[in-house]
DNA sequence: TCGTCTTTGCGACTTTAGCG
DNA sequence: CGCTAAAGTCGCAAAGACGA
């Protein structure tokens, strides 16, 4: 067969003869139960339906794809493109429209390949690069302006969605889809009605992207009598996964079949000084892109587009005429200084390209660093946040607990995550809600760009969603599973050393040392904050890992820091103080976030658990969490288990601490004012209020000033927010 | 309610080190 | 040697905690 093919078409052979595959389905099963088809032959009304079995072609085509990464969470692969053929092939060949979540995730395997070989295997599918920007096809191969599409149905795009679980581009944000569905949230699409109270107030509340979006669109569908799909694609450009932007060759654009010609829209789109206008007015476009269809994956969605693009785009714009494009259109005080570089995401502008990277990492990409104190499970949005808050000797600071309310919107991702891992026994070993299964959902971290000039691809396949424990990264460090048994798994790419001092402590690091200490000290003395669960700690490795410690000055910091907790317990219990005993349960139970994850399989299976009363704090928080998902006390840090997973460690580590002498400690005894969500302790009634309005009512208290949307989660914060504003005579951009 | 302190976020800028 | 990326330092603003 090759060599046929070879003979017939010397180029692209691979993808000829993958198509070849599809198109003339050697030997391509049916997988559906029942079926003893074993070729696929496509219909001829509809090619997706075999003609032997009736059964669809995603049911025949998973016979030749992988499906053991879905349990497998450890693993990913390398995107070759003759693997993305075949992903491609499920939502492709013979459709005419792509599910948004799936073009999704396909941009992302797009991103990682050629050019060449996107549009190779477009065509062969017969898309082309257009229609799938567009997501659907506009026009047949005769031409005729389509006015139905086929489309895969929802169990083939389900099925489909799992493929992307094997790949690191793509892992993450499959399952945060996976979540978002199996939370039920519906897909949204805004009405078009024109005057609506919707629209007003969208338009009011965000002025930039109203206008921005109103303008650009009104200056290209006025512009010339082209049909607004072909204009709209210029400004659609910008969403390619790949570098489009002045760097594809019109005949890419153009149909394989030539029937929409080619475009004009090039010189535009090189145009550095167009190229800024349309990449800021394209952002305002790409969220409403974005925002609109597609709630799932809201994070990585946002991100998507401009994860990928902010170096490439500041290429053109940095590179290409001295950012000409930037600084040539702004005069006077506002016009940017020589060098200065520009993020498309939000518009500003910075010193250099590392500062925009770490601007971007911090602020779109939502990268985390986690505090390298064992134990601790603080995240901070940069290295330098990160680093001193670990130089900081107070150990309070590394309790592990939610101290850090900033980063509310990573918080409540992985709250999402982690909240519905802790219902993942129920729902996800069986078909869930959403008929999804995701055995190993435990990734939920912000997709790290992947440059490809920057990342390789085997730091691609190793660096994204292949940390099951672990959701947030540092930097761009290849990361390696925390749960992988095998030895080998301990820096098989090993980085370049730090160019400076070793300050800036690796997780991957940070997880072969522990592995080695590990293995060292397994049997040595316990850290103090794990004296209980010695026992835990046995026999089992990943649970070693957490009652390991590290030598030199950490270990009698942290001998210090368990010194000053158990103080801090004592004095706490002399305080009463219910919600901090809470909080100590919490560092004895499950002082890691790893060790929050087990000690929720723990109670699992634990009798612990089962105490009604824990039941009805469940009740009532499931209760709450009707009322308001987002809610800080179901929020967790650093991809430990969340606060409720906690309280449960300390629920059922509350009768251990019993045999270790804590047992008198009955909050409700010396404090009847607690709250019934949290079981947290205060003084008086009015503090239960505040506390239940602000954690769990979440009420915020919007600033007073006209034209500020401003929210804050206490009145203290909203005024004294109002008396900077008095103050400075400021305007405080609306959030 | 308010003042103060602590902590974090983040941009500007510098230093270090790899690489061609 | 220059370019570049990574990592560090510095300073300011803002938010939360806490006590008066």
Same mark, same amino acid.
């Given at each position: 067969l090759a060599a046929?093919?070879?003979?017939?078409?010397?180029?692209? *052979?691979?993808?000829?003869?993958?198509?070849?595959?599809?198109?003339?389905?050697?030997?391509?099963c049916c997988t559906l139960v029942n079926c003893n088809c074993d070729s696929f032959k496509p219909g001829k009304l509809k090619r997706r339906q075999c003609e032997n079995c009736k059964h669809g072609w995603v049911a025949h085509a998973l016979s030749k794809l992988k499906v053991h990464h879905m349990y497998q969470s450890s693993q990913v692969e390398i995107v070759h493109s003759n693997v993305v053929f075949d992903i491609c092939s499920l939502m492709l060949y013979g459709t005419q429209a792509i599910p948004i979540r799936l073009k999704i995730l396909l941009d992302r395997l797009f991103s990682v390949l050629k050019q060449e070989e996107v549009i190779q295997i477009l065509n062969a599918l017969d898309w082309t690069l257009?229609? $799938?920007?567009?997501? $659907?096809?506009?026009?047949? *191969?005769?031409?005729?302006? @389509?006015?139905?599409w086929a489309i895969m149905t929802f169990e083939e795009e389900i099925a489909t969605l799992q493929q992307f679980l094997r790949f690191g581009e793509t892992k993450s944000i499959v399952e945060l889809m996976a979540l978002q569905d199996k939370e039920g949230q519906a897909v949204l699409v805004p009405s078009t009605r024109t005057n609506s109270d919707i629209r007003t107030f969208i338009e009011r509340n965000t002025p930039r992207t109203a206008a921005n979006l109103s303008a650009s669109k009104t200056d290209k569908l006025s512009g010339n009598s082209?049909?607004?799909?072909?204009?709209?694609?210029?400004?659609?450009?910008?969403?390619?996964?790949?570098?489009?932007?002045?760097?594809?060759?019109? &005949?890419?654009l153009g149909s394989h079949t030539g029937q929409q010609g080619q475009r004009d829209n090039h010189p535009s789109l090189s145009h550095p000084s167009e190229s800024t206008l349309l990449s800021s007015g394209d952002f305002s476009t790409s969220d409403n892109y974005s925002d609109g269809p597609s709630t799932p994956c809201t994070p990585s969605i946002s991100s998507d587009v401009t994860q990928m693009s902010p170096e490439s785009k500041l290429r053109s714009l940095d590179r290409n005429g001295s950012g000409g494009? *930037?600084?040539?259109?702004?005069?006077?005080?506002?016009?940017?200084?020589?060098?200065?570089?520009?993020?498309n995401a939000c518009e500003k502008t910075f010193y250099d390209k590392g500062t925009l990277k770490i601007h971007y990492n911090a602020v779109h990409l939502k990268i985390k660093h986690k505090c390298t104190i064992e134990g601790c499970n603080m995240v901070f949005s940069s290295l330098r946040s990160r680093n001193r808050h670990s130089a900081n000797p107070n150990p309070r600071l590394h309790m592990p607990m939610n101290r850090n309310n900033r980063d509310k919107d990573l918080r409540s991702n992985l709250s999402a995550d982690e909240s519905s891992e802790g219902e993942k026994s129920s729902s996800f070993p069986s078909m869930g809600q959403s008929g999804i299964l995701f055995p190993n959902l435990k990734t939920v971290q912000p997709v790290l760009p992947f440059y490809r000039s920057l990342v390789t691809p085997a730091e691609l396949a190793n660096t994204p969603?292949?940390?099951?424990?672990?959701? @947030?990264?540092s930097s761009s460090v290849p990361v390696k599973p925390l749960t992988a048994p095998e030895p080998c798994t301990?820096?098989?790419? &090993?980085?370049?050393?730090?160019?400076?001092?070793?300050?800036?402590?690796?997780?991957?690091?940070?997880?072969?040392?522990?592995?080695?200490?590990?293995?060292?000290?397994?049997?040595?003395?316990?850290?103090? @904050?794990?004296?209980?669960?010695?026992?835990?700690?046995?026999?089992?490795?990943?649970?070693?890992?957490?009652?390991?410690?590290?030598?030199?000055?950490?270990?009698?910091?942290?001998?210090?820091?368990?010194?000053?907790?158990?103080?801090?317990?004592?004095?706490?219990?002399?305080?009463?103080?219910?919600?901090?005993?809470?909080?100590t349960g919490v560092i004895t139970c499950a002082s890691s976030p790893f060790e929050n994850r087990l000690m929720d399989n723990h109670c699992d299976d634990s009798s612990l658990c089962q105490d009604p009363e824990r039941e009805d704090r469940e009740h009532a928080l499931n209760k709450m969490s009707e009322l308001k998902w987002d809610d800080g006390e179901h929020r967790l840090t650093n991809g430990g288990g969340p606060q409720l997973i906690e309280r449960e460690a300390s629920d059922g580590c509350g009768d251990d601490y019993g045999d270790s002498g804590l047992s008198h400690l009955d909050p409700d005894a010396v404090l009847p004012h607690h709250c019934e969500i949290c079981s947290k302790n205060f003084k008086n009634p009015y503090s239960v209020k505040m506390h239940y309005q602000n954690v769990h009512l979440k009420e915020m208290h919007m600033c007073t000033v006209d034209?500020?949307?401003?929210?804050? &989660?206490?009145?203290?914060?909203?005024?004294?927010?109002?008396? *900077?504003?008095?103050?400075?005579?400021?305007?405080?951009?609306?959030?």
């Amino acid at each position: 067969l090759a060599a046929y093919l070879e003979s017939k078409n010397n180029t692209n *052979v691979t993808i000829i003869i993958l198509f070849t595959c599809v198109s003339f389905s050697f030997a391509i099963c049916c997988t559906l139960v029942n079926c003893n088809c074993d070729s696929f032959k496509p219909g001829k009304l509809k090619r997706r339906q075999c003609e032997n079995c009736k059964h669809g072609w995603v049911a025949h085509a998973l016979s030749k794809l992988k499906v053991h990464h879905m349990y497998q969470s450890s693993q990913v692969e390398i995107v070759h493109s003759n693997v993305v053929f075949d992903i491609c092939s499920l939502m492709l060949y013979g459709t005419q429209a792509i599910p948004i979540r799936l073009k999704i995730l396909l941009d992302r395997l797009f991103s990682v390949l050629k050019q060449e070989e996107v549009i190779q295997i477009l065509n062969a599918l017969d898309w082309t690069l257009q229609d $799938y920007i567009r997501g $659907y096809v506009l026009q047949d *191969v005769a031409g005729k302006v @389509l006015d139905r599409w086929a489309i895969m149905t929802f169990e083939e795009e389900i099925a489909t969605l799992q493929q992307f679980l094997r790949f690191g581009e793509t892992k993450s944000i499959v399952e945060l889809m996976a979540l978002q569905d199996k939370e039920g949230q519906a897909v949204l699409v805004p009405s078009t009605r024109t005057n609506s109270d919707i629209r007003t107030f969208i338009e009011r509340n965000t002025p930039r992207t109203a206008a921005n979006l109103s303008a650009s669109k009104t200056d290209k569908l006025s512009g010339n009598s082209m049909h607004h799909f072909e204009n709209f694609i210029n400004s659609m450009a910008f969403m390619l996964p790949f570098q489009l932007l002045g760097s594809v060759p019109a &005949p890419f654009l153009g149909s394989h079949t030539g029937q929409q010609g080619q475009r004009d829209n090039h010189p535009s789109l090189s145009h550095p000084s167009e190229s800024t206008l349309l990449s800021s007015g394209d952002f305002s476009t790409s969220d409403n892109y974005s925002d609109g269809p597609s709630t799932p994956c809201t994070p990585s969605i946002s991100s998507d587009v401009t994860q990928m693009s902010p170096e490439s785009k500041l290429r053109s714009l940095d590179r290409n005429g001295s950012g000409g494009g *930037v600084s040539g259109g702004i005069a006077g005080g506002g016009s940017l200084k020589k060098g200065r570089v520009f993020c498309n995401a939000c518009e500003k502008t910075f010193y250099d390209k590392g500062t925009l990277k770490i601007h971007y990492n911090a602020v779109h990409l939502k990268i985390k660093h986690k505090c390298t104190i064992e134990g601790c499970n603080m995240v901070f949005s940069s290295l330098r946040s990160r680093n001193r808050h670990s130089a900081n000797p107070n150990p309070r600071l590394h309790m592990p607990m939610n101290r850090n309310n900033r980063d509310k919107d990573l918080r409540s991702n992985l709250s999402a995550d982690e909240s519905s891992e802790g219902e993942k026994s129920s729902s996800f070993p069986s078909m869930g809600q959403s008929g999804i299964l995701f055995p190993n959902l435990k990734t939920v971290q912000p997709v790290l760009p992947f440059y490809r000039s920057l990342v390789t691809p085997a730091e691609l396949a190793n660096t994204p969603g292949t940390l099951p424990s672990l959701p @947030l990264l540092s930097s761009s460090v290849p990361v390696k599973p925390l749960t992988a048994p095998e030895p080998c798994t301990t820096d098989p790419i &090993p980085k370049k050393k730090s160019r400076k001092s070793s300050m800036p402590i690796k997780i991957e690091k940070e997880m072969v040392e522990r592995d080695e200490q590990d293995k060292e000290s397994s049997s040595e003395d316990e850290a103090p @904050l794990h004296g209980r669960d010695k026992d835990e700690c046995d026999g089992n490795k990943e649970e070693g890992r957490l009652c390991t410690r590290q030598a030199g000055e950490e270990k009698e910091a942290r001998a210090y820091q368990g010194k000053d907790m158990e103080r801090g317990m004592t004095e706490r219990e002399d305080k009463d103080d219910g919600s901090r005993v809470t909080e100590t349960g919490v560092i004895t139970c499950a002082s890691s976030p790893f060790e929050n994850r087990l000690m929720d399989n723990h109670c699992d299976d634990s009798s612990l658990c089962q105490d009604p009363e824990r039941e009805d704090r469940e009740h009532a928080l499931n209760k709450m969490s009707e009322l308001k998902w987002d809610d800080g006390e179901h929020r967790l840090t650093n991809g430990g288990g969340p606060q409720l997973i906690e309280r449960e460690a300390s629920d059922g580590c509350g009768d251990d601490y019993g045999d270790s002498g804590l047992s008198h400690l009955d909050p409700d005894a010396v404090l009847p004012h607690h709250c019934e969500i949290c079981s947290k302790n205060f003084k008086n009634p009015y503090s239960v209020k505040m506390h239940y309005q602000n954690v769990h009512l979440k009420e915020m208290h919007m600033c007073t000033v006209d034209g500020c949307n401003a929210a804050f &989660p206490s009145r203290r914060s909203r005024d004294r927010n109002l008396a *900077v504003i008095t103050h400075n005579r400021g305007f405080r951009r609306p959030l």
